[in-house]
């Protein structure tokens, strides 16, 4: 059959070209679509760093705030956000695991466990702000703990909360079963499976999934705002109930002002920020490829 | 064990419960000194001055504009970039440009909100609206619109794969061009994926805050003029949040009280969501 004579008439054919060219022009269009969201990114990056680099030296990192922008610099911002890092991991690691482990390998098929992921589902759309104003409520004055790092850790921990949820789910689920009867068919127990053959096969995806909530919560800076975070700090935090400021507060802090000069150290600080979320990142693909090359199934 | 695991699954349900009663226990202090009718009718909201109105609506004009003005970015190009990256883009070039838009969503909000302010305003006014002034809802807008494109484009790539390829196949058989397959077969097959992406996507703009704290202005501001600059609900809740709040203070509980109806208004565009894809989904076997 495929001898390539045209079947089609002359007026087919001028439609086929009218639609080869609609064709033509709508590959151009979905890919000019991609290209505008690569070509902002491009954009955002050039500025900031063209911006941000000059000022950008020792001295900038491990200098406090100042009225002057040649003297700011955001030593206690950096100290804040490590604070906050690591209280938040402690915070939801844990938890989140947790709440994954229990809904995959242990929650009865009931309205109670639908309800739980139903619940999961919504809080993943609560805007952050709102949980800044349960953080207020509840850690700041509630349970007492002041304006602290342990205040906005809470809060921020609960906030990504189901992030480390999610991804821990995934990572449990693409787990095949055959693991699982394997080690029950050995005399585990549902414990002993979970924690030695499960987790450690998990891993990798659940580690993937505490960086992306933890590169969430570094960048956040509205729900630390509601719970009344500084903005301008020019001491260490020492202990978690002590006052604190973070790099986005900061960053904040610099743009709303009118003069120009703090809208480049603005930039400075916005590189390392970016810098930051790039090494934790990569820490998480070395992690995912290190470990995913020894469990293959 | 199973208990403690299941311990760790009450928190997540303790946080809603929290998140509820935190927003309702202060608002219902607050609207008793404020009428819920005063709070929804009047025009004004100037809590902080001396004359005191409390009309949320120049705030809601305010979220409203930033959102559509993000929605008019996000849906198009999200749209679009998911169709080509699910119907056309090479496998190669698939593998690149899919991470960088991914990359889109991970940047802090607050440095779409440096971007808007030091970048995109200063184009706009030079270029279109040289009458603008520095903080508008436009150009918070559309960044936040960029912020969102991945979203958008990530969720409805999601649903355009999960249709199957036999129903790509037919159509092509059918002597369809690819542009007709994505079109009239793809994207029907995926709409309920699409429209819950949308609405998701809605609720994500109704709550950013940072990029319009930073970049829309801090007047409350009944308007529809993408060119003035207004204040949003989230805006007005970090302008305070910012400022020394006795606690008890009617101040104090105007944060609650515009909290909780940001937080129903996203609750319903987050929930139509969930539920769209729940009830609307198609099953291919």
């Known amino acids: 059959m495929a001898t390539g004579i045209p079947l089609a008439v002359p007026l087919r054919r001028r439609r086929s070209l009218v639609s080869l060219a609609v064709g033509a022009f709508f590959h151009g269009l979905a890919l000019s679509a991609v290209v505008v969201g690569v070509m902002v990114l491009g954009a955002l990056l050039v500025d900031v760093l063209r911006k941000g680099i000059p000022h950008l030296d020792w001295q900038f990192l491990t200098s406090y705030p100042s009225?002057?922008?040649?003297?700011?610099?955001?030593?206690?911002?950096l100290a804040g956000t490590a604070w906050l890092m690591a209280l938040t991991a402690v915070v939801t690691v844990p938890l989140g695991i947790g709440t994954a482990i229990w809904l995959e390998e242990y929650a009865p098929r009931n309205w109670f466990t639908r309800l739980v992921r139903l619940n999961i589902a919504t809080l993943a759309g609560v805007p952050g702000i709102v949980y800044g104003l349960l953080g207020l409520a509840l850690f700041v004055r509630w349970m007492g703990l002041g304006r602290g790092v342990l205040a906005g850790a809470l809060t921020v921990g609960l906030l990504v909360l189901p992030t480390v949820i999610v991804a821990s789910q995934e990572a449990l689920r693409a787990v095949p079963d055959s693991?699982?009867?394997?080690?029950?068919?050995?005399?585990?127990?549902?414990?002993?499976?979970?924690?030695?053959?499960?987790?450690?096969?998990?891993?990798?995806g659940i580690l993937t999934g505490v960086v992306l909530a933890l590169s969430r919560a570094i960048g956040e800076a509205a729900p630390l705002i509601m719970i009344g975070a500084l903005t301008f700090v020019a001491f260490l935090p020492k202990t978690p109930l002590d006052p604190f400021t973070v790099l986005p507060i900061q960053i904040f802090n610099w743009v709303s002002r009118p003069q120009p000069a703090f809208h480049l150290i603005a930039a400075s600080a916005i590189i390392v920020l970016l810098v930051v979320l790039l090494l934790m990142n990569s820490i998480a693909l070395w992690l995912r490829n290190r470990y995913q090359r020894k469990t293959e199934w | 064990m199973g208990?403690?695991?299941?311990?760790?699954?009450?928190?997540?349900?303790?946080?809603?419960a929290g998140i509820l009663y935190a927003l309702l226990s202060e608002s219902v202090l607050f609207f008793r000194e404020v009428s819920i009718l005063r709070f929804l009718t009047e025009r004004e909201w100037t809590p902080l001055f001396v004359e005191k109105h409390f009309g949320v609506l120049p705030l809601a004009s305010g979220t409203l504009l930033t959102t559509l003005i993000a929605m008019g970015v996000a849906v198009p190009l999200g749209l679009l970039s998911a169709i080509y990256l699910s119907e056309y883009a090479p496998e190669r070039a698939r593998r690149i440009l899919k991470p960088v838009l991914e990359v889109l969503a991970g940047i802090p909000t607050v440095v779409y909100g440096y971007f808007a302010l030091t970048f995109v305003s200063p184009l706009l006014r030079e270029w279109l609206f040289p009458q603008m002034g520095v903080l508008n809802a436009l150009s918070a807008g559309l960044v936040m619109?960029?912020?969102?494109?991945?979203?958008?484009?990530?969720?409805?790539?999601?649903?355009?794969?999960?249709?199957?390829?036999?129903?790509?196949?037919?159509?092509?058989?059918?002597?369809?061009?690819?542009?007709q397959v994505a079109l009239r077969?793809?994207?029907?097959?995926?709409?309920?994926?699409?429209?819950?992406?949308?609405?998701?996507?809605?609720?994500?703009?109704?709550?950013?805050?940072m990029i319009v704290a930073i970049a829309a202005g801090g007047q409350p501001r009944l308007t529809f003029n993408p060119l003035e600059g207004v204040q949003t609900m989230t805006a007005y809740m970090v302008q305070v949040g910012l400022g020394d709040m006795p606690h008890g203070s009617l101040e104090y509980r105007t944060l609650f009280a515009v909290g909780t109806a940001l937080f129903a208004l996203t609750l319903l565009f987050n929930s139509l969501g969930i539920w769209v894809v729940s009830r609307w989904r198609q099953e291919y076997r």
């Open chain 1, 67 to 77: 009225r002057f922008p040649q003297q700011a610099g955001i030593k206690s911002a």
């Open chain 1, 179 to 204: 693991l699982r009867q394997g080690a029950y068919a050995l005399g585990a127990t549902r414990w002993q499976m979970v924690a030695g053959v499960v987790l450690p096969s998990a891993l990798p």
């Open chain 2, 3 to 16: 208990l403690l695991l299941l311990a760790c699954g009450l928190v997540s349900l303790l946080t809603t």
């Open chain 2, 145 to 179: 619109g960029v912020m969102i494109l991945p979203m958008v484009s990530s969720l409805s790539e999601d649903a355009m794969l999960a249709v199957p390829r036999a129903l790509r196949e037919g159509a092509y058989a059918l002597g369809a061009r690819r542009h």
């Open chain 2, 185 to 209: 077969v793809v994207l029907p097959a995926a709409l309920s994926g699409i429209v819950s992406a949308v609405l998701l996507a809605v609720a994500r703009a109704l709550g950013e805050t």
